[in-house]
């Protein structure tokens, strides 16, 4: 069964972008005003991944980036270099936003670091992996990789958060309601 998932996700990114969108129950009816501090954020990226990261208060989120950074910043931030309009996906327990304060400390504790202990790596030590030990408190890249597919993804990210904060929905952020926050 592996080795069916590991060619679709592989061979027909497309295809498995529609199926882990219903796999993650999204909801994009009911946005969400703002996140709790803690929330498990994420966004399509480049139509063929997803970015994540935790919400940390003060309309600011911190995720891993590509460059081995910890950055802080605000949503428009977050979703640089993506398309214009994107959505920001929030874990919701029905409609309300869920969040650990303590993974959002774990989150601070890295913001504006530089990650050099197993170095940035974007199939097995990414930004869910970091969000995923934001979580749990256990930041080694072997810990969660998605057995069997050598990948790290956002399934696997949303399996922890399902675990850590009982989520079970991802709904829209509406920050572009709100006025923009100065990264």
Known sequence: MLNVWRIVLLAFPF??????????????????DEPHVGS??????????EHSGIYVGEGSIVW???SGEF??????HFTTGMDKGKTVYVSCKGK????????????????????????????????????SGCLTGDFRPDK?????????????????AKESLGY??????????RGSVVD
């Open 96 to 131: 309300s936003p869920v969040g650990s304060p303590k993974a959002a400390e774990r989150a601070l504790h890295r913001a504006g670091m530089i990650y050099h202990q197993h170095g940035y790596n974007v199939r097995n030590n990414n930004c869910h992996m970091f969000t």
């Open 40 to 49: 498990v954020v994420f966004c399509d990226l480049l139509k063929v991944a």
């Open 15 to 32: 295809v498995a972008r529609k199926l882990i969108r219903v796999l993650l129950k999204i909801r994009e009816s009911h946005p969400v």
């Open 64 to 66: 891993l980036s590509r």
């Open 144 to 160: 969660y990789l998605f057995s069997g597919i050598g990948v790290f993804t956002l399934l696997a990210l949303a399996k922890i």
């Open 71 to 76: 950055k802080k910043g605000s949503p428009e």
């Open 168 to 177: 079970d929905y991802w709904r829209p952020w509406a920050f572009e309601k």
